[in-house]
């Protein structure tokens, strides 16, 4: 006979590569005397039962930990796994990363509460952007599931597009996650209460802005055809802003993006080219004003106080060399 389903049951999210950590086991990091896997723990202390995907740590509440297979296959195939997981099938499932130490119990109240009658919530942080902090329906998620082996490597925003989704904005930090040393460093020191929303260059709260349609938008204009890991890129930007100095971000990411076209958009090459700028960015002490000896040489011109910002690119012959005034006015 079989046993009847949970009323919740929540999947943690601890299998990543930590690439721009240096591959440490996440869960097993330290914050205010706590490994993050407990934090984690203490926010779905009401599941009737808690599946970890990662590797096996000593805990203080009954946890089943199981990885996908093959390990790394990314969120979908790990919360898919999950789900497969679990003794008693849950009618809803929290799913959750384990880097996320600021959502709380009240946090998924409040995502459980907005449910409804949709087919789940998803905090999402002042930019509009999804966090990997949900509560959805079980049966739903079953529902979209895709065939067998196309779950790994699959961005988790297409498995979710599915889904009718309501998006739950974040309160003070609760959407703050640790991608970087630079993160865990801001959170150990960083006050959770709210500060501010943040503000565009144009005056306007940014969470009115739906920054994957953006992306998706800019992919369409640009004839790019790729999925954009935009919480890679923008921890990346992050940390090359606040380490290095704030214009370093730009350009950064514009180098990874060119070091992405290189090695054909591979996404574990990419997130580890990401996690060898980061560490760079992280330990960059070097003055403004410091000679570098080995590009003293360097035959392309230091342009950076030159504003371009009147530039058009139609002044430009093919070759990059401006163009006759007269072949303009033709």
Known sequence: MPLPPL????????????????????????????????HTLDAVIDAGEVVVLG???????????????PHHGGPVAGLLTGLDAFARSPRLVVVLAVDMPNVSMATLARL?????????????????????????????????????????????????????????????????DIDSWADLRDLAGADSTVRGLAMNRSGHESGGVNLHDWIDELCDVLDVEHEIDEALVLDLARVAAHNVQRPAAPITTYLLGYAAATHAADPAR???????????????????????????????????SVDHSGDSIAEFEGDGTPADEEELED
């Open 7 to 38: 009323d919740l049951g929540a999947i943690i999210l601890a299998g990543g590569t930590a690439a721009r950590m240096g591959g440490v086991d996440k869960a097993s990091i330290e914050l205010h005397g706590r490994t993050l896997l407990t």
């Open 55 to 69: 590797d096996w740590v000593a805990t203080d509440r009954p946890v089943t930990f199981t990885r996908e297979d």
């Open 112 to 176: 459980r509460a907005a449910v409804a009658e949709r087919d789940g919530a998803v905090l999402c942080d002042l930019s509009g952007r999804r966090q990997l902090a949900m509560v959805l329906r079980a049966d739903r998620l079953r529902a979209v599931r895709p065939a067998y082996g196309e779950e790994h490597g699959m961005p988790l925003h297409r498995l979710l597009d599915g889904l009718d989704l309501v998006d739950v904005p974040a309160l003070g930090a609760e959407a703050r």
């Open 270 to 304: 990419v997130e580890e080219l990401a996690g060898l700028a980061s560490g760079l960015a992280d330990t960059w002490e070097r003055p403004a004003d410091a000679p570098d000896p080995v590009d003293i040489n360097d035959p392309i011109p230091d342009d950076s």
